[in-house]
């Protein structure tokens, strides 16, 4: 088993969290059984993440976790950037930190299962990227979000494109 510092950790938590958001601001009913399974998805990745290490360690990583979060999502929540919106934004800034081979995750892990139900074709995430001002502003936003992250220590080895 690989040794992650506490960085990486909190770097595999990121986009948990982020997505946990999309899910959390985006679904009407969060008893729907597609959001039930979204973020069950989600909270497995968490627990993925975590494992191997001491309890009080999981419980600190979780914490600095959400408070990084918290910090970079302010913006987007007082800008009330609409959920699909912000759903395009972590599309774009998870594909950029996986072309860069910096956010790898297992084809059919619960990260790759959450992600491909809230990108789905059917979905108004896709919709919105065939909007090109508004699939531009994404990608503008994505490109801010990781100078965001990276101001804060994570993800620095990323070249913003």
């Known amino acids: ?13 990121l986009p948990v969290r982020l997505l946990l958001s999309v899910v959390h601001y985006g679904v009407a009913d969060r008893t729907d059984p597609e959001a039930v399974q979204v973020t069950a998805w989600l909270k497995a990745a968490e627990v993925e993440a975590l494992a191997g290490r001491p ?23 007082a800008d009330q950037t ?7 934004i972590v599309f774009y800034l998870l594909a950029e930190l996986h072309v860069q081979e910096i956010y790898l995750f297992v084809e059919g892990s619960a990260f790759d299962q959450a992600q491909a139900a809230i990108y789905s074709e059917q979905g108004s995430v896709v919709e919105l990227a065939n909007a090109p001002a508004l699939d531009q502003s994404a990608q503008k ?9 990276q101001g804060h220590g994570y993800f620095r080895e990323a070249v913003p494109a």
Do not use: E, G
């Not at 088993?1 to 938590?13: C, F, G, P």
């Open 82 to 88: 609409s959920c699909a919106k912000f759903a395009l």
């Open 141 to 149: 936003q994505a490109r801010r979000l990781l100078r965001d992250l």
């Open 55 to 77: 309890q009080a360690d999981q419980v600190k990583l979780a914490r600095r976790s959400w408070a990084v979060y918290d910090v970079v999502i302010k913006p987007y929540l």
């Open 1 to 13: 088993m690989a040794y992650h510092t506490d960085r990486h950790i909190v770097q595999a938590l």
